[in-house]
């Protein structure tokens, strides 16, 4: 899935959150944002999502401008095509590590408990889907979170400080686990990150700033 940002700005009433950010993203690429805190590194992902209003210019996923849908059609094409890596997990506490993965197929109407198996192994979780959240460390928590948003095969993921919370030894094995499987799936990646050792793992860096976007 191809991702275009034109132009983008974003404010809250009078304070300038970022401002005439273009960027594009090719199918298959991995690209890292990094910048300050308060830049809205975080915003410009909900964005790219249509998770987040903005003020001026354009988000396109192949071709499709998310300001022409309506929530409905944006939240169809998230579930189809769309999966999300947040610094906070999301997982729910009620749910075995296996259903949680699964929630993604659920929602569309999907039921692959193979497909689930393979994910939790692919992310170094096999034979841990019976286990609750509870029960595992912070690192195995992200990785539940990786296989959940890539479950259902997304054209696109987005990933928000996925190491933030996580020592380096973790942090590194969380972020192999993360290319790993967006490149097996020929997924096109935006992470956002503070980690100048997860952005080095992208093929391109950029930087945002109140006053746009470099790389």
């Not at 696109?156 to 972020?175: H, Q, R």
Request: glycine content about 10%; proline content about 3%; aromatic content about 4%.
């Amino acid at each position: 899935m191809s991702l275009s940002v034109n132009k983008l700005s974003k404010h809250y009433g009078e304070v300038v959150v970022f401002n005439n950010v273009s960027l594009q993203v090719a199918p298959g690429e991995f690209v890292a944002i990094v910048g300050e805190s308060g830049v809205g590194k975080s915003t410009l992902l909900n964005c790219m999502a249509g998770l987040d209003s903005w003020d001026a210019g354009s988000v396109s996923l192949d071709g499709v401008d998310l300001g022409t849908l309506s929530d409905d059609q944006r939240a169809l094409l998230r579930r189809e095509k769309v999966g999300f890596v947040f610094q906070a997990f999301h997982v729910l506490p009620h749910l075995d590590v296996a259903q949680n993965v699964a929630l993604p197929l659920l929602l569309l109407g999907q039921h692959d408990d193979a497909r689930v198996q393979a994910m939790l192994a692919a992310v170094g979780l096999a034979g841990l889907g019976e286990r609750l959240p509870q029960q595992l460390s912070g690192g195995q928590l992200q990785r539940v979170a990786i296989a959940r948003a890539l479950i259902h095969r997304p054209r696109l993921l987005l990933a928000d400080e996925p190491t933030g919370n996580l020592d380096p030894t973790t942090a590194a094995k969380v972020m192999d686990a993360l290319v790993a499987q967006t490149r097996e799936h020929g997924a096109a990646l935006v992470l956002v990150t503070h980690s100048e050792t997860a952005a080095a793992r992208a093929d391109r860096v950029l930087h945002l700033s109140s006053e746009g976007i470099t790389g």
